[in-house]
């Protein structure tokens, strides 16, 4: 690791290094073969969560780790070094049990223990054909009947769509706008609830998202989560955290690709000499590592703040924004110490590239951090 990590605990320490062990020993050799072949890689998010590593933020009452979000966050780093889907499965599936760990009945609850130790993997289905950015206009459409939900729409973009075996619906049960919004839960294999074909993605190609139909999916009424009319408001807390992940995977893609960039300029060797000698390259070397330790300094102390309990809500989309931003320009700039190397599949630089341009997209678009942030600034 090139990173001095200042952790809270040894066994924060102990907790690196195991996932360092687990990337060397089931991730970093096998990303390209499951990437080639689009398969989602279900076995290993399995070992991942017997190695305890699924439920890391949790209370180990219901299941979980314990561990305070500064640590999970950098355990979700080092996986994305190794495997960026992998990082970001860890990532969706964290912010999938949020839900029912926050506002879930009793018996939801007892679900806890299977959800964090990867028995069951989660989705969350916000997004839909007609609109991300503007979640409070979803349509899906809940009903009741009886004892029952009847839910029908369509969800689109879900990572673990057709992977998944439990999936947190927001419907609109209500008025127009976000407080006609609930959260509902459903189990794979539901009648009605149809997972579609992966879609053909530019990067992440072993976790491709992809759209569910509902068709009068019939859930017993206790599926609610939390209030009815309550789910936007959930949707928006698990959002919160959600984006320090996805920080997290960005600060972990930027730091391998700096990694990568820094080891082939000391090797490759052009006008007789390695070009890191070169004040060009070298300077492109260290601005890219200075926006990776800036970009986990933004992400280390919106996480200190929610550990603390404090609003983190704008530190969140300010390091979403500002560490995603990095792992494009850094990946960019990675394939372009590369040269052309930088630009075949033999080299991972390539993938990275791909792989930086969605997390500048999911769990709100940048355009979209900017305008939680702005409006923080102005509006109070
Ligand atoms: C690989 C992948 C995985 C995903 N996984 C999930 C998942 O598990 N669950 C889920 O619910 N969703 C998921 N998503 C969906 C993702 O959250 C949305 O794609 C995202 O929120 C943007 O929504 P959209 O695609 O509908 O774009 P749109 O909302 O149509 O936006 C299009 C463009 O307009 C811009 N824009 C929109 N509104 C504004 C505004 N007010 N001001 C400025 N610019 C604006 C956007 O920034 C964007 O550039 C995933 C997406 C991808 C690609």
Known sequence: MTVDRMLPTEEAHDLLALTQELCDRELTGKADAYEARAEFPREVIRTLGRSGLLGLPYPEEVGGAGQPYEVYLQVLETLAGSWLAIAEAVSVHTLACYPVYAHGSERQRKSLPDMLGGELLGAYCLSEPQGGSDAAALTTKATRDGDEWVVSGTKAWITHGRDADFYNLFCRTGEAGPRGI???????????????????????????????VLDDVRLPSDRLVGAEGGGFGIAMEALDAGRLGIAACAVGLAQAATDYAVAYAREREQFGRPIAEFQGVGFMLADMATQVSAARALLLSAARLKDAGRPFSTEAAKAKLFATDVAMRVTTDAVQVLGGAGYVSDHPAERWFREAKVLQIVEGTNQIQRLVISRALTKG
């Open 182 to 212: 609930s959260c509902l839960l459903a189990e794979a294999g539901t009648p009605g609830l149809e997972p579609q074909k992966a879609e053909k993605v530019m990067g992440l190609r072993s976790s491709a998202p992809s759209q569910i």
